[in-house]
């Protein structure tokens, strides 16, 4: 039921898709093993009685397999079609709401936007209509047992997933397809994000509200799903729009622009008894990178060095304390802020070295984020005034 944007982690990979990693959260187990429960156990011995337990058991794994292989064509989907129009796919990742599709980037117009979320529900939609074709021809050739069941649940349970999916709210893919309209209408995309974020919000409330009262009134726990569901809505409604002003702020930044050029280096050889002694107060920044021939081969922040005891600083090497090459964020000078700013969070110190042709020319930290967004919020405000 997510969109074809997130970060949700992978607990473990199942593979490549049409080139894309596919990953499943540990969530998935949760939702996998309620699902079949509550089909082997309740709905279909109520539904179909007369049965063993291994064939209802059966059932309600086949079903649950099914539809979460639905899922994945859903988001798979959404990938094909954002490669097709030029982005970049990281990854696909099934979750406790559905599945996400990790794009880098943006959608280039209002066009491209409406295709890659359109397509997801459609093949939901298709695969519940393929269910559906399969349960009525079951029914006129006088099945009336469990394999119809499973193909009527199969059915309803992607067409509802479609339906659900079109909600005009973000991060719902018709939270994208409203996006896509606002855009074409104003010409403005962080307006129409914020729309549709905020629409997101609403669906949110609303779905809290009805699930509280339907648990409220007895009806069942049903009720606290949708509860679940609504306050992952408001979240993920409030996230996406801080995102779109952030986006908005940062538009035509250059890593250059921002940067603080030639920064101080040091050699990992040295101790960080030496870097305290000789180093600390005469250094202004909060990180220190470390060069070999000019070459950036690690980082270093003061809070990395505080976690050393003093007895241990004159035989710890900063090379020992560092943010590794291999988890080092590089970054050239004529990059876009935007673009950056997602691979900030891959090194745990936030911060991002400036390179190039091989050789570090500055370095990008929080504080220079947040001026640049303050700049670029000023500079929006002066505009529309």
């Known amino acids: 039921m997510r969109g074809y944007h997130g970060t949700m982690r992978a607990s473990f990979r199942l593979g490549r898709i049409a080139g894309v990693p596919v990953g499943v959260n540990w969530s998935v187990l949760v939702i996998f093993a309620l699902i079949a429960w509550g089909l082997s156990a309740n709905q279909f011995p109520r539904a179909y009685p007369g049965e063993s337990v291994a064939a209802y058991v059966l059932a309600g794994l086949a079903a649950a397999v099914v539809f979460f292989l639905g899922l994945l064509a859903h988001e798979v989907s959404h990938a094909i079609v954002a490669k097709r129009n030029g982005l970049a796919v990281e990854g696909i990742t099934l979750w406790l709401f559905g599945g996400v599709a990790e794009l880098k980037g943006e959608a280039k117009d209002p066009g491209a936007e409406l295709r890659i979320s359109g397509v997801g529900p459609l ?65 403005d995309r962080t307006k129409a994000s914020v729309v549709a974020a905020r629409a997101g919000w609403v669906l949110g409330a609303l779905l809290i509200g009805l699930g509280l009262w339907q648990f409220l009134a007895g009806v069942g726990f049903g009720g606290l799903w949708l509860a679940l569901i609504g306050w992952f809505l408001i979240g993920a409604a409030g996230m996406e729009e801080r995102q779109a002003r952030l986006g908005s702020a940062l538009r035509g930044i250059r890593v250059a622009d921002v940067m603080t050029p030639q920064p101080q280096t040091a050699s990992g050889q040295m101790t960080v008894a030496d870097f305290v002694d000789h180093y600390l107060f005469a250094y202004r920044h909060s990180a220190l990178p470390l060069t070999e021939d ?55 110190d936030g911060r991002a070295l400036v390179v190039t042709e091989g050789r570090l020319v500055g370095i990008i930290s929080p504080s220079d984020i947040s001026r640049a967004v303050q700049r670029g919020s000023m500079r929006d405000d002066l505009a529309r005034h």
């Not at 241990?312 to 080092?328: K, Q």
């Open 123 to 187: 093949v939901s939609l298709v695969i519940g209509l393929f269910f559906g074709a399969i349960a009525v021809l079951l029914a006129l050739a006088g099945e009336d047992g469990l394999l119809l069941g499973v193909m009527a649940w199969l059915a309803g349970i992607n067409v509802l997933l479609a339906v659900f999916n079109v909600l005009p709210a973000a991060p719902l893919d018709g939270g994208r397809l409203l996006r896509a309209a606002v855009w074409k209408a104003t010409g």
């Open 294 to 348: 000019g070459r950036p081969v690690g980082l270093v922040t003061l809070d990395r060095v505080r976690g050393i005891p003093a007895d241990r600083r004159p035989g710890t090497t900063l090379a020992e304390v560092s943010c590794r090459a291999d988890e080092l964020v590089l970054a050239s000078p004529d990059e876009q802020l935007n673009d950056l700013l997602p691979r900030l969070s891959e090194c745990a």
